[in-house]
């Protein structure tokens, strides 16, 4: 799953290079902390957050499907 994150980030920004994605688990999920360059946070995060919000729509999504469940922070 992580590298699924990966490549949809890298495919929205213009420098693929500085994205990049830790992943920690808690008891009850896992967290997906994904930074990128700060030129291309808007990227990421869209108009109103659209962008932001599909993306984890998106990864929870596969995440059901394989009985698990994850958030993802968008870390600048």
Not at 40 to 60: C, F, N, P, S, T
Request: aromatic share 2%; glycine share 6%; proline share 3%.
């Amino acid at each position: 799953m992580k590298d699924l994150l990966i490549y949809i980030a890298q495919n929205l920004v213009d420098n693929p290079d500085e994205v990049t994605v830790t992943e920690k688990e808690t008891d009850s999920e896992t967290v997906f902390e994904l930074r990128v360059s700060p030129s291309d946070m808007g990227k990421i995060i869209g108009r109103q957050g659209k962008v932001a919000k599909e993306i984890r729509a998106l990864m929870r999504a596969v995440a059901m499907k394989q009985g698990k469940r994850i958030s993802i922070d968008i870390v600048d």
